[in-house]
């Protein structure tokens, strides 16, 4: 029997200027989004590698990974996306991450229940079977460390969420302009 997590967004605010990236649509970043819409806002959905090319850097004000990490393979192309995102977005923009906290030798698979800020309800089946995939949040910490400051990080249920911002130069970038 599959275990139900909830996940509770009523009281999230996204304004500015959205980079939502992911492999399945859910809805769930536009559903929040619209609730505080404004003239000068916008949502830029980015779902395979092909949709990246009309993405312009410095643009964003956040970025939200909604169970998007769990779904790319390697730790390298993880850290490929997360490098993209730190281009993507202004000086001390933000990054939000939801997503399965899964090691090696470790399966998920559960009912996710998400509370929008209109009430309504979503519902998204998670499955991750892969062994020998690890997508646990050390992994995604250890990643983010050269772009990002961690600014929250919580974890239940086999799911963490973290809110990140932008460090204003990478450390990769500090150690190329040395040489």
């Known amino acids: ?11 999230e605010i996204f ?4 980079l939502d990236i992911g492999f399945a649509n859910h809805g769930i970043i536009y559903n929040i989004y619209k609730q505080y819409i404004d ?11 092909d949709e990246k090319a009309g993405i312009e850097e410095g643009m964003y004000d956040l970025c939200v990974l909604f ?6 393979k390697l730790s390298q192309n993880k850290k490929k996306l997360i490098q993209d995102i730190y281009k993507y977005l202004k000086v001390g923009g933000l990054l939000h991450i939801w997503d399965v906290d899964k090691g090696f030798a470790k399966i998920f698979n559960s009912r996710i229940k998400i509370v929008l ?3 309504n309800t979503k519902h998204i089946n998670l499955r991750d079977l892969n062994i020998f995939k690890n ?17 929250t990080l919580k ?3 086999g799911i963490y969420y973290m809110m990140c911002k932008k460090k204003g130069k990478s450390e990769d970038e500090s150690n190329i302009s040395r040489y």
Do not use: A, C, Q, R
Not at 67 to 72: G, V, Y
């Open 1 to 11: 029997m599959k275990k139900e997590v909830f996940i509770n967004l009523e009281k």
């Open 15 to 18: 304004k500015g200027n959205i």
């Open 39 to 49: 003239d000068s806002s916008s949502v830029d959905y980015i779902e395979g590698k």
């Open 67 to 72: 169970f998007t990490l769990s779904d790319i």
């Open 117 to 119: 800020p209109d009430k």
């Open 135 to 151: 997508s646990s949040k050390e992994n995604t910490i250890k990643i983010l460390k050269p772009y990002f400051e961690i600014l």
């Open 155 to 157: 974890n239940s249920d």
